[in-house]
């Protein structure tokens, strides 16, 4: 394995670092506070090629490597992971789902748009029923001819009122069980698409999260993602890769919380001698460190696997359950580090520990990772 980055992806690397730094830093704690989405910096994003990393660049993608698309996601989300987790719905839920498995004319209509930032995604699988058990779909899409007709609700979704571009997951026939289930797309301002009311959550607090209605909403039948059936297929193949960005959104957040903790423990005095100096907080250092280049190694290995065309399914289910788990360690351990200082938001890390919990919990809780690692190795 060689891990070595190439110079295009150093280059991809520091301009998501600069970017972060320069653009999405000095609002960050506002933003969180507020509750309020980064529309200036999406755009920005959209500008940067941020948002269809993997797209070939007829689509207006920028052609890039799932490596590249991970180094982005570990920069933006060391410092501000709900800037991140936008990039990656779009990216890996919506842009790579919608290329992979799309019609030419849905490829033209929206992904053109969804590359340049002009539309942004939504992924929408979640229901109040079905969460882990995404089988249990009740939102429906029922047949009639050229079009289906949608209702139901859909919780949890990112990008909820911000988006314009929804790929909602339904079944169509109840009697064939997740081979009777659709994935289609629907505009936003559809007749009958309501979107509830924004979710006041924990971390992650500059994305938009919405419960989502449909009334009735007609949907032509040029708007489904394959063939009659695919949808439950189309849906665990996109979060496979999913889980690739989120591993990353972790990495990262466990990477920003360390190199703030790290930087502190060299400023902050107590006992006539910095703290970096007692072994105590030198040892969490050293454990941080540690298990954030283990994180690293798999979620690079899951980049790679997707990259050469292996399967990533375990790489990527591996990769998110554990780099989640160092994310929420690490952060917990920054604010230990920082103290009084920890505890209030000015430093940054209470809201990285606040961020870190939410990656392990969607797109496949850990123990649904555990299932996952568990059933392959099992199989083999
Ligand atoms: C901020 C946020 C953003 C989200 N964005 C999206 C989105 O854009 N699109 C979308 O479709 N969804 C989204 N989700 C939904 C998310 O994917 C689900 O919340 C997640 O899959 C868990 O489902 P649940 O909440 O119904 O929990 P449940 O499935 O009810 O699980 C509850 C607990 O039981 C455990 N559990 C369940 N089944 C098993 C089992 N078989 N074995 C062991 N343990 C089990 C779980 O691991 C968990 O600990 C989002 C959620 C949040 C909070």
């Known amino acids: 394995m060689d891990f070595k980055l190439t110079e295009e992806q150093l280059m991809i690397q520091q301009a998501a670092r600069d970017f972060a730094q320069n653009e999405l830093l000095p609002e960050v704690i506002e933003r969180d506070d507020a509750q309020r989405f980064p529309e200036e910096e999406v755009k920005k994003m959209g500008e940067l090629g941020f948002l269809g990393m993997m797209v070939d660049s007829k689509y207006g993608g920028s052609g890039l490597d799932t490596l590249s698309y991970v180094l982005v996601m570990e920069e933006l989300s060391k410092v501000d992971a709900s800037c991140s987790v936008i990039v990656s719905v779009n990216n890996s839920l919506v842009c790579w789902g919608l290329e992979t498995f799309g019609t030419e004319e849905q490829k033209q209509k929206y992904l053109t748009r969804l590359t340049t930032g002009e539309s942004i995604g939504a992924f929408c699988l979640s229901e109040p029923e079905a969460g882990s058990d995404a089988t249990s779909q009740k939102t429906t899409a029922i047949d009639k001819g050229d079009h289906?007709?949608?209702?139901?609700?859909?919780?949890?979704?990112?990008?909820?009122?911000?988006?314009?571009?929804?790929?909602?997951?339904?079944?169509?026939?109840?009697?064939?069980?997740?081979?009777?289930?659709?994935?289609l797309i629907v505009e936003k301002g559809a007749e009958g698409f309501e979107i509830g009311p924004k979710e006041n959550k924990l971390g992650i607090r500059g994305s938009d999260t919405h419960s989502l209605i449909f009334n009735d909403v007609k949907v032509p039948k040029k708007n489904r993602i394959?063939?009659?059936?695919?949808?439950?297929?189309?849906?665990?193949?996109?979060l496979s890769g999913g889980r690739i960005g989120i591993a990353a959104q972790a990495l990262g957040i466990a990477a920003g919380a360390y190199e703030l903790a790290l930087k502190y423990s060299k400023q902050r005095k107590a006992f006539g001698t910095e703290i970096a100096n007692h072994q105590a907080i030198a040892f969490k250092l050293a454990d941080m460190h540690t298990s954030i280049e283990a994180a690293r190694m798999l979620v690079y290995k899951a980049a790679m696997d997707k990259d050469n065309h292996e399967n990533y399914d375990l790489s990527g289910a591996m990769a998110k359950l554990y780099a989640s788990k160092v994310?929420?360690?690490?952060?917990?351990?920054?604010?230990?580090?920082?103290?009084?200082?920890?505890?209030?938001?000015?430093?940054?890390?209470?809201?990285?520990?606040?961020?870190?919990?939410?990656?392990?919990?969607?797109?496949?809780?850990?123990?649904?990772?555990?299932?996952?690692?568990?059933?392959s190795i099992l199989r083999d």
């Open 148 to 183: 289906y007709v949608l209702n139901g609700t859909k919780n949890w979704i990112t990008n909820g009122s911000s988006a314009d571009i929804y790929l909602v997951i339904a079944q169509t026939d109840i009697e064939k069980g997740h081979k009777g289930i659709n994935a």
């Open 226 to 238: 394959g063939e009659d059936g695919f949808g439950f297929k189309f849906a665990m193949k996109t």
């Open 327 to 375: 994310a929420m360690d690490v952060a917990v351990e920054a604010v230990q580090i920082h103290g009084g200082n920890g505890f209030v938001k000015d430093y940054h890390v209470e809201r990285l520990m606040r961020d870190a919990k939410i990656t392990q919990i969607y797109e496949g809780t850990s123990e649904i990772q555990k299932i996952v690692i568990s059933r």
